[in-house]
């Protein structure tokens, strides 16, 4: 019922670009905040830019500046444009659906992974 699907992910050198895409489904998409985090073996996941259901915006330091977020309420997707690629960028990028309410269970996309390498 409930399912999130990232695309996007794959292999770019250092300074490239990528534009991360989350297509949402059996949620009622304009009351949720969205939200992309990452993760990579070993280390935590860490939240990397969410944008609530009324467009407020919050980034991780580590890409202010060169990611950004934004949602499209009529398509039901959410997008992360991510510019200026570090190789500490390389991780799992997660799409993430959070209603803010028992009410509106929180779901999880399956994962794509963004490599950044010379």
């Known amino acids: 019922q409930v399912q999130l699907v990232e695309s996007g992910g794959g292999l770019v050198q250092p300074g490239g670009s990528l534009r991360l895409s989350c297509a949402a489904s059996g949620i009622i998409f304009r009351v949720y905040a969205m939200a992309w985090y990452r993760q990579t073996p070993g280390k935590q996941r860490e939240l990397v830019a969410r944008i609530s259901s009324g467009g407020w915006l919050n980034y991780a330091e580590s890409v202010k500046g060169r990611f950004t977020i934004s949602r499209d309420n009529a398509m039901n997707t959410v997008h992360l444009q991510m510019n200026s690629l570090k190789p500490e960028d390389t991780a799992v990028y997660y799409c993430?659906?959070?209603?803010?309410?028992?009410?509106?269970?929180?779901?999880w996309g399956q994962g794509t992974q963004v490599t950044v390498s010379s």
């Open positions: 993430n659906a959070d209603g803010g309410s028992t009410i509106y269970p929180t779901a």
